[in-house]
């Protein structure tokens, strides 16, 4: 996953993503029961409201619906200016209802929490911070300010004091533990979104390239028989034509380019990463192939495999991208926080694979233990891990994707930091992640002697 990858997400605008539609929807449910409150407050119970201002405060809100459905087209999404300005509003029209009917005398109070949620869970924290700070700054006040709902012969309805003062810490408490609840489940679920959303990326990527490698195979294979059917025949026309040099030399120059082809699809890709023959390596190999890209990097990968009861006959494992990309991803994180040395272990039995990866790295954090693999878990950087690792993140999508991975090909993870001794020497008290499958899930099935694998299937683009 490349920076650039990474600057979506985070730069990613949660209230971009609101139709203007779904806001007018909510307003006008708002504007029906507030008419309908009113009315009923004025018909079977013959309160005494400033109906005037009731319904002007419920006129503008639907004057504003109004206007946004005529002046904006249906597609029209919300950036975060213009949902925060709506939320806004909603919340001062509200407020301002209460206001005339008796304030926090009035139990309606608490459809205060409506704006305020709703702030939570699709705009910014700068955002929300402002509309919750704004409905306990507009409740505060109406404890104090507010015109008093009278019956029909003047008295005023009110609630003792202790009862309103208790109204208000409810609601204050409501309003800050909503709104922190509310985001951080939104919060959660958008990473959770965008990880998987990586993740697909990361395997979509693969998927082509081994594709593409397939292809460029099965064009050398398929081309083959034409081009050497087209070399032969241009050197026995080569042979014939010794007495017109010059179309002996066309003829040679067809065979010139038809050797060029053949050299340009050899070296366009390895050979067939679809081929049946080898959608399966030794598990050794598959280890070697995800390890490849760091071998390189100054730091020892050693990779060892043995079967049980110290059987080292090679394990047949198949080669498929997730597995591949997923271990990849593993030892590249091992590799970026060794201090010199990597060890790769594959072990099987009769029921189990099992690949655990060590260092000898300073190992997991160990507040973080619990949460490895979780996308976009932030840890701080200490002055020693920018040297070592200066471009590391530390975002942990990197082992969410390769844990998703190796789930999805049937593995299960763990993670752990080592304490035992190699060679009474050297210590892996590093990190240490150990993948186990199920023998079926990566362990192509055997076939009967004598039969063979098929024909390549065709590929799917």
């Not at 810490?169 to 985001?183: D, E, H, P, W």
């Not at 932030?378 to 994707?401: A, C, H, Q, T």
Request: hydrophobic residues 45%; proline residues 4%.
């Amino acid at each position: 996953m490349t920076q650039s990858a990474f600057g979506i997400f985070q730069e990613r605008q949660r209230g971009s993503f609101i139709r203007l539609r779904t806001m007018i929807w909510l307003r006008w449910c708002a504007i029906v029961g507030q008419l309908a409150a009113i009315a009923l407050a004025q018909k079977l119970y013959n309160l005494q409201l400033e109906l005037g201002l009731c319904y002007l405060a419920v006129g503008v809100s639907i004057v504003g619906n109004l206007i946004a459905i005529f002046v904006f087209p249906e597609n029209k999404r919300l950036n975060e200016a213009e949902n925060f300005l709506m939320v806004l509003f909603d919340l001062l029209q509200l407020c301002f209802l209460i206001y005339l009917t008796g304030g926090l005398h009035n139990p309606f109070t608490i459809l205060i929490l409506g704006p305020v949620i709703v702030s939570a869970t699709i705009m910014t924290l700068r955002s929300t911070i402002i509309i919750g700070a704004t409905a306990l700054a507009l409740v505060t006040l109406m404890v104090f300010y507010h015109l008093p709902l009278r019956t029909e012969q003047g008295f005023i309805m009110r609630i003792a004091d202790v009862f309103v003062f208790g109204q208000w810490i409810a609601i204050t408490i409501a309003v800050v533990f909503l709104s922190l609840y509310a985001r951080q489940i939104t919060e959660e679920m958008n990473s959770m979104g965008d990880a998987v959303v990586a993740t697909q990326m990361a395997l979509s990527r693969t998927q082509m390239l081994n594709n593409l490698g397939g292809v460029v195979a099965a064009a050398a294979h398929e081309l083959g028989t034409p081009l050497a059917t087209i070399k032969l025949t241009s050197a026995e026309l080569i042979e014939e034509l010794s007495d017109q040099p010059e179309l002996q030399e066309d003829a040679r120059l067809i065979r010139e380019q038809a050797d060029r082809c053949r050299d340009i699809l050899q070296s366009m890709g390895r050979a067939g990463k679809q081929d049946l023959q080898i959608r399966s390596a030794p598990l050794v190999e598959v280890i070697r192939e995800a390890a490849e890209p760091h071998l390189n990097r100054g730091k020892d990968v050693l990779i060892d495999a043995q079967g049980t009861d110290g059987d080292f006959d090679p394990l047949l494992a198949l080669r498929r991208p997730e597995i591949i990309h997923g271990l990849r991803n593993l030892i590249q994180n091992a590799v970026d926080f060794a201090r010199s040395t990597v060890w790769v272990e594959a072990n099987w039995t009769e029921n189990t694979v099992s690949v655990r990866i060590l260092d000898d790295g300073p190992g997991y954090p160990t507040n973080m233990l619990g949460r490895i693999g979780d996308p976009f878990v932030r840890n701080r950087k200490s002055e020693r891990d920018r040297k070592v690792r200066p471009e590391y993140e530390g975002m942990g999508l990197g082992l969410f994707i390769a844990k998703t991975l190796l789930q999805r090909s049937g593995a299960e993870l763990s993670f752990a930091n080592g304490t035992d001794r190699i060679n009474g020497s050297s210590p892996r008290r590093g990190a240490i992640v150990e993948v186990v499958w199920p023998r079926d899930a990566i362990v192509p099935p055997s076939l009967p002697k004598g039969e063979g694998i098929g024909e390549n299937p065709s590929f799917q683009v």
